[in-house]
């Protein structure tokens, strides 16, 4: 008998259509961590895990984990390797066999989507040259303003040594106490203002409605990527040879990684650019919609001085991306909550 549940939405829409705080994030990690301690209790792997088989239930409240059992196709040939290749274990990719730690690997990197609202390598092509990355240790930058705790999770989870990622049950425990830490706050906020406004109010007229916690849906502020929706999650089979073994990368290493993203062709002469009729504004930045709005004349000096600033302006943007006081583009991030919490920087 087939037991089916209506589930409303998987983790990546969910992502792109609401605005979360770090206390939900947490939330939505420790039952997707419950729902994997759960498979693998019953000593099964799951050897599929990404952002659009991780379901949600609007009604239910709840996370729940989907496609178990029917992660590959049964033609898939021996040395070939099944899934969505930035989930993929760095050992798995190598042609080592699924384990549970290659589950695990799998949920750092939903850790990261959930952090950050995006998914993971999402500039590059799922082909050769990214699976090389993986497996020389390249992983994505951490969000800015991530807890410590949550960001030392992750980094274990995808440590390229499967022996040294922590296993399920560790997992559990260590995001259990952060979701804890965070309804200790929550629950003491709460009284706090509560205690406000019965000294300064009448509480009974002042809640006779109540507080809606919800989520707010931001339906019109999806998120702006530059990928193409027909290649993202899809799982599909890969064979890939002459890798070499997993390692993890050093921090220069992933420094000169990350920094590639963010490498732009632009001359030195900032008059030539503007000039030229080979290079548009469009063509090398993004830029605010506000290039799309201003009708110039850029014969005249002073809107050509104006342009220049602007594209200056932009060029400082990415080349500070790195920077420690900078907030990921990102409409998932509440940092003025990271003040409370004491596993923040």
Not at 177 to 201: P, T
Request: charged residues 25%.
């Amino acid at each position: 008998m087939l037991v089916l549940m209506k589930m409303d939405v998987n983790l990546r829409e969910y992502l792109q259509q609401n605005q979360l705080t770090w206390e939900e994030k947490i939330r939505i990690t420790f039952e997707i961590i419950i729902a994997i301690f759960r498979i693998h209790q019953e000593n099964a792997i799951h050897r599929d895990l990404h952002s659009k088989n991780i379901l949600y239930s609007q009604l239910n409240d709840y996370w729940r984990i989907s496609d178990l059992g029917f992660c590959g196709p049964a033609d898939k040939p021996s040395t070939s390797i099944y899934g969505n290749l930035p989930y993929i274990a760095p050992e798995v990719i190598a042609g080592k066999e699924y384990t549970f730690a290659s589950d695990i690997y799998s949920i750092a990197m939903l850790m990261w989507e959930i952090s950050s609202g995006q998914p993971p390598f999402i500039n590059y092509e799922y082909d050769y040259d990214l699976a090389v990355y993986i497996i020389n240790g390249m992983r994505p930058k951490i969000v800015s303003g991530t807890p410590l705790e949550y960001k030392s999770l992750i980094e274990q989870c995808w440590n390229a040594n499967p022996l040294k990622r922590p296993n399920v049950g560790t997992l559990w425990r260590k995001i259990a106490e952060m979701n804890l830490s965070y309804n200790q706050i929550k629950s003491n906020k709460n009284k706090n203002i509560k205690n406000f406004f019965k000294k300064k109010f009448n509480l009974s007229r002042l809640f006779k409605s109540k507080t809606n916690n919800n989520l707010e849906i931001n339906k019109d502020g999806n998120i702006e990527t530059n990928y193409t929706s027909s290649r993202l999650f899809t799982s599909k089979v890969y064979q890939f040879e002459n890798l070499p073994e997993p390692k993890n990368a050093t921090e220069e290493e992933q420094e000169a990684f990350h920094s590639k993203s963010y490498d732009f062709n632009i001359p030195d002469n900032i008059d030539d650019f503007i000039n030229s009729s080979s290079h548009t504004i469009e063509d090398n930045f993004i830029l605010p919609k506000v290039f799309g709005e201003l009708q110039m004349n850029l014969k005249n000096d002073i809107q050509v001085d104006y342009i220049k600033v602007l594209i200056l302006q932009q060029m400082k943007r990415y080349e500070n991306i790195d920077d420690e006081d900078d907030i990921y583009n990102s409409p998932n991030l509440h940092p003025e909550e990271q003040d409370e919490l004491k596993f923040f920087k």
